[in-house]
C-alpha cells in the first residue's frame, strides 16, 4: 500500500462539539423540531446522523424519525465501474418523507456527486417540504453546483489527499483525520 | 452485508457453473432490491438506456412478467418477442434472430427455449448478456434463485438443511437448478417421485431418492414440489392424476404428521388437487407468492449484476469516484 500520512484534524471531543452545534443549527433552520426527519448516507452518514438524532431528542425531548439512505443504485457512474458496488438496503422513516423537512447527513462533502445522488433518490420516495444537507466535513473540489447548508469544518486539502470520517461502530474510534498516501502508492 | 459481490460474467446460463460465492452474492444482492418494489414510486435509475430483449420461445406468464417488472424497475427498455409473432414460424435460426436483435443493438437477452443449451448456444454466438429463463430439462436458474432466497427468508441457513423436491424429476429444469444451487450452499437434497419420473442414477449427484411421499415428508425440513407437467404426460409416465394425487400429492394430513413445521414451495402454475392440495397451498406452510414476490427481487439482483461493469476498470471501482 506504500506510504501513508495521516493527520488528526478533529479529535473525539471536537467531533461532538461540532455535531452539537449542527443539531442545534438544524433546530434552528427548521424554526423548531416540527415534521423533521434525519436521514444518513450510508455507510457512515448513518452512524452520524443517528448521533444527531440522539442529541436533538435529548436536547428537544421528542421523537425524531429517522433512517438510512444507500445511494448505490443513484451512483451516476455505475455502469463504467466494475465489479458491480454492493448495494445497501435504504431505511426510510414510516412517516414518509413527504411535506417534511429532511436533513440528509453524510460524512464528507467533495464532488457533490453523492449528495445528488442522495436527492434523486429522496425524489422517488416522496416530496420533501425542504432538503438541507448537512456535512461534518466540507473538503470542497465540487463538479456539482450543490452547497450543504449545515458544516461541522471546512477544510482544505489537495485533491490527492483524503479526508476520512471515523467512527466507533464502523472503525472503533471518533475523529476526522486527513491521510496523505506517498506517489508510490497511487 | 459488505462482501464484495463475485463477478458473474457475461451471461447466467445455469446454477452448475456459478460457485457458492457467485450464489450466495447474488442472494445478498437481492435483499436491498425487495424494498424497491415496496416504494411508491417502484422505480431505480440502474439500467437506464439499456436495451433488454425477452425472447420467449416457449409459454411462460410468470416468468416472462417477473423479468418484465425486473427490468422495469431498474429503467431499461424491453421488448418481448415470443415464438408464435415473430420469425421464428418463418423458419429464421435462433441465431438469425438473435443477430438481427444485435444489429437493433440491445444489451442482453433474456431467453426462454424449449431446447436444453438454448441458452448456452446462444451465448457463445452474441456480445450480449444472456440469462437463461429456462431452457429445455436443462436449468431455470432464477427460479431455483428465488426459490433458495425464500428458503434462506424462513430457515435463515441453507447450510445442512433438508430439503426435498417432489414431483417430476425427469423433465425439470427447476428440479436440475435447485439442486446444483442448494448442493453448492451446503444443504442436504433429496428426491421424491414416482420411479418413472425420476431419473435412473440420479444419486450420483450427491442426493438421495425417496419412493414414498411419507418418507420424504418425514426426512425434509423443506419441500418444493414440482408441476406436474402436463403437456409431458403423453408417454405415460403415471397411470392417472388422481392416483398420482394418492401415492405422491403434498395433501394436509401428511404434513400434519411431520415430526415438523415443514416450509413448502411451489414453483408454479399450480395444479390443485395433483402434486399440491389446496388447502396446503392456501394454509400456513406455503410460501408460494412470497417465491413470486421474491422473483423480482432475484432478477433484479442478476440484471445488475450482469449489467455493464468492465472488469478492466475494477481498480477504479475499488477507489472510488465518487465522493
Redesign the interface.
Known amino acids: 500500500m506504500g506510504d501513508e500520512k495521516r493527520i488528526i484534524l478533529m479529535d473525539a471531543p471536537a467531533v461532538e462539539r461540532a455535531l452539537d452545534r449542527m443539531a442545534r443549527e438544524i433546530v434552528e433552520r427548521n424554526q423548531g423540531t416540527e415534521d423533521l426527519v434525519v436521514l444518513g448516507i450510508r455507510r457512515r452518514g448513518v452512524e452520524l446522523a443517528e448521533r444527531i438524532r440522539a442529541k436533538l431528542e435529548e436536547d428537544e425531548g421528542v421523537r425524531i424519525p429517522s433512517g438510512a439512505l444507500d445511494i448505490t443504485l443513484y451512483r451516476d457512474d455505475l455502469m463504467e465501474v466494475g465489479p458491480r458496488p454492493v448495494v445497501g438496503e435504504s431505511n426510510l422513516p414510516l412517516e414518509g418523507v413527504d411535506d417534511r423537512c429532511v436533513v440528509v447527513v453524510d460524512d464528507v462533502l467533495f464532488t457533490g456527486r453523492t449528495s445528488r445522488a442522495a436527492m434523486n433518490e429522496l425524489m422517488d420516495w416522496g416530496r420533501p417540504a425542504r432538503i438541507l444537507l448537512c456535512v461534518l466535513v466540507d473538503r470542497g473540489g465540487r463538479e456539482l453546483p450543490i452547497q450543504p447548508d449545515i458544516v461541522g469544518r471546512v477544510v482544505s486539502v489537495l485533491p490527492s489527499q483524503q479526508v476520512e470520517v471515523l467512527v466507533p461502530e464502523e472503525d472503533g474510534r471518533l475523529a476526522v483525520e486527513l491521510v496523505t498516501r506517498s506517489e508510490e502508492a497511487r | 452485508?459488505?462482501?464484495?459481490?463475485?463477478?458473474l460474467g457475461k451471461d447466467l446460463i445455469g446454477l452448475e457453473e456459478l460457485t457458492g460465492e457467485q450464489i450466495l452474492s447474488i442472494l445478498?444482492?437481492a435483499?436491498?432490491?425487495k424494498?424497491?418494489s415496496e416504494?411508491?414510486?417502484k422505480?431505480?435509475?440502474?439500467?437506464r438506456g439499456?436495451t433488454i430483449v425477452n425472447l420467449f420461445m416457449e409459454p411462460s406468464t410468470r416468468t416472462r412478467i417477473s423479468f418484465e417488472f425486473a427490468e422495469k424497475r431498474l429503467s431499461a427498455d424491453t421488448v418481448n418477442i415470443s415464438a408464435s409473432g415473430s420469425s421464428v414460424v418463418k423458419g429464421e435460426t435462433l441465431v438469425d434472430t438473435a443477430r438481427n436483435l444485435e444489429a437493433m443493438r440491445i444489451d442482453m437477452v433474456v431467453i426462454r427455449h424449449g431446447s436444453s443449451g438454448a441458452a448456452r448456444f446462444l451465448a457463445d454466438r452474441i456480445p450480449s448478456n444472456v440469462i437463461n429463463a429456462g431452457d429445455g430439462a436443462h436449468e431455470h436458474p432464477t427460479q431455483a434463485l428465488l426459490d433458495l432466497l425464500t428458503i434462506r427468508d424462513h430457515r435463515h441457513e441453507l447450510e445442512g438443511l433438508k430439503v426435498c423436491i417432489v414431483g417430476d424429476i425427469l423433465h425439470s429444469r427447476v428440479a436440475r437448478s435447485n439442486i446444483f444451487g442448494l448442493l453448492r450452499l451446503g444443504a442436504e437434497v433429496g428426491v421424491c417421485g414416482p420411479m418413472t419420473l425420476v431419473p435412473a442414477g440420479i444419486e450420483a449427484l450427491g442426493v438421495r431418492v425417496f419412493r414414498r411421499i411419507e418418507e420424504a415428508i418425514e426426512w425434509a425440513e423443506v419441500l418444493n414440489v414440482l408441476r406436474l407437467q402436463l403437456e409431458r404426460m403423453q408417454g405415460g409416465f403415471v397411470p392417472s392424476l388422481r392416483e398420482y394425487n394418492r401415492f405422491f400429492g403434498v395433501t394436509m394430513p401428511r404434513l400434519e404428521a411431520a415430526p415438523r413445521d415443514l416450509l413448502v414451495l411451489h414453483p408454479g402454475p399450480m395444479n390443485r388437487g395433483v402434486e399440491i392440495d389446496s388447502d396446503v397451498a392456501d394454509g400456513p406452510h406455503s410460501v408460494i407468492l412470497q417465491q413470486v414476490t421474491n422473483g423480482v427481487a432475484v432478477r433484479m439482483a442478476v440484471l445488475?449484476?450482469l449489467?455493464?461493469?468492465?472488469?478492466?476498470?475494477?481498480e477504479?471501482?475499488k477507489k472510488g469516484?465518487?465522493?
Do not use: N, W
Not at chain 2, 1 to 7: L, W
Not at chain 2, 307 to 314: K, M, V
Open positions: 452485508m459488505t462482501r464484495e459481490p463475485s463477478p445478498d444482492t435483499e436491498p432490491f424494498e424497491i416504494r411508491r414510486i422505480k431505480v435509475p440502474v439500467l439499456k445488475y449484476l449489467a455493464g461493469g468492465a472488469p478492466e476498470r475494477a477504479a471501482a469516484g465518487m465522493g
